[in-house]
C-alpha cells in the first residue's frame, strides 16, 4: 500500500482527500496534519467519519512525514507549500501541492499575483496537474501545481479548440459560477448562510487571482498570448462549478466538427463527458464526482461558439483531480479510488 | 380608491400583485380570479395571507370585473390576455399585461415565437412597459405590456450607452441567472427541490423567448439591428435574477464616462441604484424591492465594459414594475405601494 | 417624530430594527451605534439600504445618545445593556433592550445562566415584554426585557392553557427549531453554508439559557413550578422558528373549548393568528412579518395536546416584538410600522 | 454475480438502487422498469449517470424479469407490489418491497391505513426488514417487506430500550423531520422549491400512515401495546431525517446504563454509530451513508430521556437497507457495496 500524508486535512479540500483517499484500493492513510486541531482525533473535527478515519490530526514535523509516507499531499494556503516542498522532494516523496505556489511555470506571474517565491528553483520540475491535458509529464513528474479550480473549468472545454486554432482568442469570455465550497472551511460572511443563501452575486470582478493561470495555459494552447475577461460569481450553494464560456471562431465549422475536435482530443479521458450540441450540462450531475461535463452550442448566425463546463470544485476541482494525477505519477490505473457515483439528489 | 382587478391571481406573479397592491395607499383590490380555485378564499391557497386579504378567488367574468374594477392585471399565460384585453379596454378599463402578448411592437415578432396573434390592431397603442426607458408613452397608455424579467435585466444597464452610441452592438453578450420563482408556481421538475438544490445550470441555449424581446428594445435604442447572445440560467433559490454583460466599447472611455452616461438617464429614476465602477451587484439587495442595481468594470486593456445588474424577478421583474406602471399611468407618486423595505436576509 | 436609537445596528436583530423602523409612520431614526464599524456608513455595511438609510454608524456615546432619543432600542450581547440602561434611563429614555439582561424578575435565575448582574435595582421595574401577555404592564414602562425568540414562540401557545389549569405542567415538552438567523452575524462554523445546508440537528440538548426564560414565565401562569423539556434544533434556513410542543391534559376537552381558550385570550391581539384544530403552521406564512401563528391538534385517545406556533424569529422573535413593545409604552398603534404583508415565497 | 431488477428504477428509491448496486462487487443490473419512461435510456431520465449505467428502461414483464434476475427490488407505490410479488416468488425470486405492502404482520393493521390486500397469504412468509433488529429471520426470508424511513429512525433507538423494560410506553413522543426526498420524484406543490425553502413546518400532525407500523413493531418489543405519539415535519433540504423521541423511564438508571443497553444490542452492527451522552447528532454525518448515528440525553431530575437518531432517508432509510436486506438474504457480507464514505460537506 502507498502511504499516504495530507497535510492541512480538516480543511475543505484536505478533507475531501481524506474522503477519496479512504476509499483508495492501493493508498493507506498515516499522517494528517492540522495546525489547528494538532493533538485532535480526525473524527471529532468531522463526526461524520467516526469509525471510518482512526487518525489523529498532528502538528507538521518533516522528518516524520518523511518515515511515514510515500505520497504527501499539501492541501495549505499558498505560501507554506513553497517551504515544505524542497525537503519533501530531497527525501524522494511525491509532493502534490493544491496551493498555486507550482502552477505557474513563470515565476514573475506567480509574483504579480501572490508574493515573493521562494523555491523558484522548483519550478524546473514542477508540472502543472491538469490531468488531461498534462498526462505525459504528470507521468514523471515528483511535483506536481494541482489546478485551481476554476482554471480546470474554464481550461478544459477551450483547451482543443484553441490547439485547433479555432478560436478568436480576444474574444473569450468565461463567466464562472462556483458553490461557496471553493471559499474554504476558514470563516467569512461571504459564506455565513444567512448572508449567501437567496442571493446571487459577481465577485473579484476587477481580478481573481485564477486568471493569470488560465491565461497562461491557455496562452500555451493557442500559441499566442491569451487574455481572457474573466468573472467568476458566488452560488448559494455548496458544491459545485459551473463555467459558461464565449467566443468567437476564426472559421465556419459545423456542430459536429466542434464535437469531434473535442471528442479527440479526450478520447481516453474516462473523466470527460461530452455533450451532444445544445445540451445544457449541470452541476448536479457531477456532484460529488472527478467528472467534468462539457456542452456546448454553436450560434451560426454570429459563428459564436457557447461552451459550459462543470464540475464539483472540491473533487475534480481540487481533491479528485490531486487523486487522479497521483494514479498517474505511481502508474496505477487514473480512476481507482475515483470511481464514485454521482449523487445527482 | 382606485379599483383593482387582478386576473390570475393565484400564480406567482398574481399573488406577488396582490401582495403589493394591498398596501398601496391608493389602491383597493377588489376582484381576484383564478382558474384553478375559483370559489375558494384566496387566503386559502395561500395561508401567509389569512386575515390580510378577504376576497375569495373567482371564475373570470368580463361584466362582473368592468363593473367592479377601474384597473385589470393580466397574471396570465400568453394567448389568454389577447381574447381579454379588447373588451376591457372597450370597457374604459386600463390594461397591464405580465404576459408577452403585447410587449411587442412588430406582430410578426411575436407569431415568430409564441403563436397567431388574435388582437394585432392593439399593437398601435399598447406600450412595452420597461417604466423608466418608456416612462412617458406608459403616461398616456391603456393598455400595457409588461416586460419580461430578463429584458427588464439586461436592458435597464445596456440602454443608456446604447443611446450613447458606445456600445458595439455584435458583441453584446448577457449570461442571465434566475431564481426559480421565474418558472412560475406550475408543478415541474425543474422546481422540484431535490432536483435543483446545490445544481446550477444553463437552460434552452438555443433559445429563449425573452431574447427577440430585448432584441426589439435595444434595436430600438441603438438605431441599428442587435441580435445579442443570451444564455439563461437556472439558480437554486426562489427570487433574484442576475445579468451579466459583455460588451466591446467603440471608443476609449473612462469609467466616470460610462458612470455619468447611466447616471443622467436615470437621474430622476427612483428604482435605478447605481453602483460605483467596480463594485458588484448582489441579488439579496433587491430582494423584495423594485429595485434594478446596476454595476459596471471597464477592462480598459480590451476595452471591454462588464455590466451587471440584479432585480427581484417577481418584483421589477413582474409585479412591481405593474404597479409601477399603473402608478405612472394613473399621474400617482411613481413609487406609492413600492416603497418597500429590501429583506437583505 | 420619536426620535430612535439604535445601540448594536449592524447586528441582524438590529439591521432589522433599522428595516422595520424606517417604515415606522410616527419615529425616525437619529442614531446607530455598532462598535465595529464606528465611522462608516450604515448602507456601506448593509448595501441593501442604499438610498434608504442616510445614517452613519456612530461608536456609543451616552451623552449624545441622550441628547438625540426619545427610545433606545439595544440590539447588543447579553452584559452590555446593564451597564448601558441605568444612565438612559436617568436621562428619561425607554428603553428597549434585546439581550437577556432585563428579561428575568429573578436574579438569582439570571445569574445562574449569565453571568453577575450589576444592575440589579432595575428589575422591579423592568417588564418581559412579551406584548400579548404583559400588555398592561409594557404600558407603563420604561424599561422592557424583550423575550428571547424560543421563548416566545413557546410562551404563547402554552400560556392560556396554563391560565386555565388545563395542562399536566409535568408533561411538558418543547421541540423548537430555530432559521440560522438566530445564531446572529458573528462567524461561526455553525452558520457557515457548507456545513448547515443540507443538515439538520439538535444542539445544546443539556441546557440551553432560553429554558430557564420559559420556565419563570410559565411557572406564572400555571401558578405552579415549571419545569419543561426543552430541545432547540438548526434549521437549514435564515429566518423562522417553529415550535411543537406536547402536553398530557388534565381533564378531558373538546377541540373547540382548547381554541375558544386561545381565541379569547388573544381577541384584540392583532399578531397572533388561531389555526382550526389539526392545521399545521408553516415558518413561510409569517416570514417578514410579527404573526406569531398557532395550530393545535388533540389527540382524544391519549388526551394529549400537540400545539405548534411559527414566528420570524428576527421579527416577532426579536425586533418586530420590540417595536411592538415602543408602540404599546408610547400609547401609539400597536401595529404601526408592523403592518408589513408576508413574503411565503 | 447476482443479476438485479429493479421495478420503479426512475423514483428517488429506485435511482438511489441503482445508485448502490452500480458499486456492488457482487451483484449486477440487469432489468430496470419504469412505466412512465419505457424505452429510454436510464442515463436520459438521470443524466448524471451518463456513461455509467447503461440499461434500458423498459415496461414491467414477469417473462422477462423471472429469466434475467435473480433478485428484484420493488420501487413502488404500495398497491403493485402486492400484484407482482407472487409470480416472482413462485418463480424463486428473492423479493424486496420497498413499498408498506409486506411491512405489517396484521393485514387487519394493513388495510386499516392502506386499501384491501390480495395476497394476505404471503404475510406469513414475508418478514419485517429492519435489519439490524430481525436479521435472524431475514437471513432465511424470501420476501422483504422493507421498512418506511420514519419507522426506521424511530424504532432503531427505542428497541433496545423498550426490550429492556425500561421505558413508560404511554409516554413515547416522536417528532420527527424529514428532508423532501421522502416525498418522492412525483410533482407536488409541497416540495416546489419557492414553497419549501426558508419553509418549515409540521404535516399530516392527524396521522401519516408510518405511525402504524412503528406502532406494531415497537409493541412487539415492548410486549405490551404501544400508541405513540408522531408528528412529522418536512425540512427545506434533500436528504436527511432526524427523530428526537422523548420517553418516561420506569426506573432510574445511569447515562451509562443507557449506554450499554444500546451498545449491547447494537454490537455486531456496522451501521450503527452510538454517540456519547449528551452529544447531538447531524443529518449531515451520515449523508448517502447507510448509517443510522444515535445520541441521546437524560433528563435526570424528570427521569425523561431524549433520544436522537440520523439516517439518510434514502440510504438507511430506503435503498440502502434494502440492498443491506439483500446481503444478509444471500449470505454475503452485510456491508457489501454499502461501504460509502459520508459527504459531510
Known amino acids: 500500500m502507498i502511504r499516504i500524508g495530507i497535510v492541512g486535512a480538516t480543511g475543505?479540500?484536505?478533507?475531501?482527500?481524506?474522503?477519496?483517499?479512504?476509499?483508495?484500493?492501493?493508498?493507506?492513510?498515516?499522517?494528517?496534519?492540522?495546525?489547528?486541531?494538532?493533538?485532535?482525533?480526525?473524527?471529532?473535527?468531522?463526526?461524520?467519519?467516526?469509525?471510518?478515519?482512526?487518525?489523529?490530526?498532528?502538528?507538521?514535523?518533516?522528518?516524520?512525514?518523511?518515515?511515514?509516507?510515500?505520497?504527501?499531499?499539501?492541501?495549505?494556503?499558498?505560501?507554506?507549500?513553497?517551504?515544505?516542498?524542497?525537503d519533501l522532494l530531497k527525501n524522494g516523496k511525491k509532493v502534490i501541492d493544491l496551493s498555486a505556489d507550482f502552477r505557474f511555470s513563470d515565476p514573475v506571474k506567480y509574483e504579480a499575483v501572490y508574493q515573493p517565491h521562494t523555491s523558484k528553483d522548483l519550478f524546473s520540475q514542477s508540472v502543472y496537474g491538469l490531468s488531461e491535458v498534462f498526462f505525459d509529464q504528470i507521468?514523471?513528474?515528483?511535483?506536481?501545481?494541482?489546478?485551481?479550480?476554476?482554471?480546470?473549468?474554464?481550461?478544459?472545454?477551450?483547451?482543443?479548440?484553441?490547439?485547433?486554432?479555432?478560436?478568436?482568442?480576444?474574444?473569450?469570455?468565461?463567466?464562472?459560477?462556483?458553490?461557496?465550497?471553493?471559499?474554504?472551511?476558514s470563516l467569512s460572511l461571504t459564506t455565513h448562510i444567512c448572508e449567501i443563501s437567496e442571493s446571487f452575486k459577481a465577485y473579484k470582478v476587477t481580478g481573481h487571482r485564477h486568471k493569470p493561470e488560465m491565461d497562461e495555459v491557455l496562452t500555451g494552447a493557442a500559441g499566442q498570448s491569451v487574455d481572457i475577461t474573466f468573472i467568476p460569481h458566488l452560488l448559494p450553494m455548496s458544491r459545485g462549478m459551473e463555467s459558461t464560456i464565449y467566443a468567437s471562431l476564426k472559421k465556419r465549422v459545423t456542430p459536429e466538427y466542434i464535437y469531434n475536435c473535442l471528442a479527440e482530443f479526450y478520447s481516453d479521458c474516462p473523466f470527460i463527458r461530452l455533450y451532444d450540441h445544445g445540451i445544457a450540462t449541470d452541476t448536479a450531475n457531477v456532484r460529488g464526482t472527478n467528472f467534468c461535463d462539457i456542452g456546448f452550442f454553436l450560434e451560426k448566425d454570429k459563428n459564436r461558439i457557447v461552451m459550459m463546463s462543470v464540475i464539483d470544485n472540491l473533487v475534480k476541482g481540487a481533491a479528485g483531480q490531486a487523486v487522479q494525477n497521483m494514479n498517474i505519477m505511481l502508474g496505477l490505473d487514473e480512476t481507482a479510488g475515483l470511481n464514485i457515483m454521482p449523487y445527482p439528489i
Chains 1, 2, 3, 4 share one sequence.
Not at 473535527?45 to 510515500?70: H, M, R, W
Open 139 to 185: 507521468k514523471n513528474a515528483d511535483l506536481i501545481g494541482n489546478p485551481g479550480c476554476y482554471p480546470t473549468s474554464v481550461i478544459l472545454p477551450l483547451y482543443p479548440l484553441l490547439k485547433d486554432g479555432l478560436i478568436d482568442v480576444s474574444t473569450i469570455i468565461a463567466d464562472s459560477k462556483s458553490g461557496a465550497s471553493g471559499a474554504g472551511r
Open 12 to 86: 475543505y479540500a484536505g478533507a475531501e482527500l481524506v474522503r477519496i483517499l479512504s476509499g483508495h484500493p492501493d493508498a493507506s492513510l498515516t499522517v494528517l496534519t492540522s495546525r489547528q486541531y494538532a493533538g485532535q482525533p480526525f473524527e471529532k473535527i468531522y463526526p461524520a467519519f467516526k469509525g471510518l478515519v482512526g487518525l489523529n490530526c498532528e502538528a507538521y514535523d518533516t522528518d516524520q512525514i518523511c518515515s511515514q509516507t510515500d505520497v504527501v499531499f499539501l492541501a495549505l494556503p499558498h505560501k507554506l507549500p513553497m517551504a515544505f516542498a524542497p
